[in-house]
């Protein structure tokens, strides 16, 4: 007969479906994973100990580089820490711009995920339809920024520019085509019998390991758990719009997914709203040219696509940059997540796994 | 008065905290002893509901020789978020793990072992992490000299060609757009 041992498999740092540098040690049982190790730390630049060397504005391009996929909402999470921190009052044009750009970047990170997670499981059109609407958002990030990834959108107090020209109909026009693409997409995988086979429990993960494993973002709302810091502690303006949170009790995959799908479509509802009611008037309260912050120290968290994004920043008074800037990153919590949801599957389904986790390694490693 | 207001009452009475209030709404901070650390974060874990845990981070007080260990909680039902402190020796740089309280701590304490060499008593796995085969002094502390660490270790790249001047570029585009 024969005998069974436990085998050892590397997958990763270049593999397809890790999303970037991820690497995996698995402990088969045939195919069966029955432990998993992830490895970290093939991108890390030290983003947190550059910060201390730079000043507040420069450290702002460091954390477009940290989720590089999501870095508006990076940009705002550290531009709103400083302005807690400094007590500025912004202007409300500003702030309503800054909701219209966050939400337009959540509906372009969720795009990609979708594009890269439903390839990554077989489904090869949703990548090229996917594709093809993110490229109309990073068009309008290329007219406003000037960049199309890394954006460094805000500024302390405000905006850098006063909305361009034509930003407004480029966002129309989106809004208009944007939700017949989505059911496209949903026609193609919500109810495919074999995208279900893929998805429907695998990965599951209860919402009481959830919270405690510290998980946040679709992973936490897919295991049926409220929690958006858009509405339980609103920054901006987002407690003026109309939206609801995306909530789904599967606990798996499937659930996920359809989070996600359902927050593209809240997204879309702010956008729409934003844009309708932007107010007239200032776009950038008065400040002073070289930023100084009081002595102190604070902790701010935005909702990021993959969850709860914190900064910790921490000023002396005297210096013109952050004495210690510490990111909490959410992919680097989430990804704690994966030998839970791993154990007792097969190895395909591992691949379905890190593409409904949705991390990205730019923030993991930092 | 608000909840945070109460709960800061409630643990000034039960720990010696020092500096104890609220960097923004939601917020409340506070520095307890070494040994009230744990007792504060059961308490507020077990009887006040902060059952989300959301960060751990340290802090290198060169000048004080002091490490400083910040761990923030939420509460999901009250929306409000605390912090606790404690200070650490710099020398003798050990704290005790509790990775016991919530299985997430157990990575921050790997991370802050290896990028300050805060050694965590009672963690189960104290390996390298993020950083790979690193012999020198840990990282995040601020007498690491970033810039001595790159000499010593690479080339610095030799510049571009003399064509490229990107403060002329610049400026010779920016005239043209002036004359407009």
């Given amino acids: 007969m024969f005998k069974r041992e436990i085998v050892e498999l590397n997958m990763g740092p270049q593999h397809p479906s890790t999303h970037g540098v991820l690497r995996l040690k698995l402990k088969l049982d045939g195919e069966t994973v029955v432990d998993l190790e992830p490895e970290i730390g093939y991108l890390h630049r030290g983003v947190e100990k550059l910060a201390e060397n730079f000043n507040y504005l420069q450290a702002l391009n460091l954390t477009d580089r940290l989720d590089y996929i999501a870095a508006v909402s990076n940009n705002l999470g550290y531009i709103e820490t400083l302005e807690k921190l400094g007590g500025v009052e912004v202007p409300k044009k500003a702030q309503y711009f800054r909701v219209l750009l966050t939400e337009l970047n959540r509906i372009a990170s969720h795009l990609l995920w979708l594009a890269t997670h439903a390839l990554d499981i077989g489904a090869m059109t949703v990548f090229l339809y996917a594709f093809r609407e993110r490229e109309m958002i990073l068009d309008m990030f290329e007219m406003y920024t000037g960049g199309r990834l890394l954006t460094t959108t805000f500024r302390y107090g405000g905006l850098k520019e006063d909305i361009p020209e034509g930003f407004d109909k480029k966002v129309k026009e989106f809004i208009k085509i944007f939700p017949s693409r989505m059911e496209d997409y949903e026609d193609l995988l919500t109810e495919n019998r074999i995208w279900k086979k893929r998805t429907v429990g695998v990965g599951v993960i209860s919402a009481e390991d959830a919270i405690n494993l510290g998980l946040s973002g679709p992973v936490l709302r897919g295991s049926g758990v409220p929690y958006d810091i858009r509405k339980v502690e609103p920054y901006e303006v987002y407690d003026e719009f109309d939206w609801e949170i995306a909530v789904e009790n599967g606990c798996d995959t499937y659930a996920r997914y359809k989070v996600r799908m359902k927050e593209m479509r809240q997204s879309l509802r702010i956008v729409e709203q934003a844009l309708e009611g932007m107010p007239e008037g200032e776009f950038r309260a008065k400040v002073p040219k070289t930023l100084k912050l009081p002595k102190g120290e604070v902790y701010h968290s935005i909702e990021a696509p993959k969850g709860e994004l914190g900064y910790y920043l921490i000023s002396d008074g005297k210096g013109t940059g952050p004495y210690r800037l510490k990111v909490r990153g959410p992919s680097f919590v989430n990804l704690q997540g994966l030998k839970p949801m791993c154990k007792g599957h097969m190895v395909a389904d591992v691949v379905a796994i890190i593409g409904t986790l949705d991390v990205v390694l730019g923030e993991i490693d930092r | ?180």
């Fill in chain 2, 1 to 180: 008065m608000s909840y945070l207001e109460e709960l800061k009452v409630k643990i000034e009475n039960m720990f010696s905290p020092e500096k104890c209030y609220f960097p923004k709404e939601n917020l409340l901070s506070f520095l307890v002893s070494n040994s009230e650390v744990r007792g504060a974060l059961s308490y507020l874990k077990d009887v006040e509901g902060f059952k989300h845990f959301v960060m751990l981070s340290c802090v290198d007080w060169l000048e004080e020789g002091k490490f400083e260990l910040v761990y923030i909680v939420w509460h999901p039902e009250k929306k409000v978020n605390a912090m606790v402190k404690t200070k650490i020796d710099r020398e003798k740089a050990e704290f005790q793990s509790l990775h016991d309280m919530w299985r997430q701590i157990c990575t921050y304490e790997r991370e802050i072992w290896e990028m300050f060499g805060v050694n965590f008593i009672g963690h189960p796995r104290l390996e390298p992490f993020i950083l790979e085969d690193w012999k020198d002094m840990p990282p995040m502390r601020r007498d690491f000299d970033t810039l001595h660490y790159v000499n010593e270790h690479y080339e610095w790249r030799e510049g571009r060609e003399e064509s490229y001047k990107p403060r002329d570029y610049i400026g010779e585009a920016f005239d043209e757009w002036r004359k407009k």
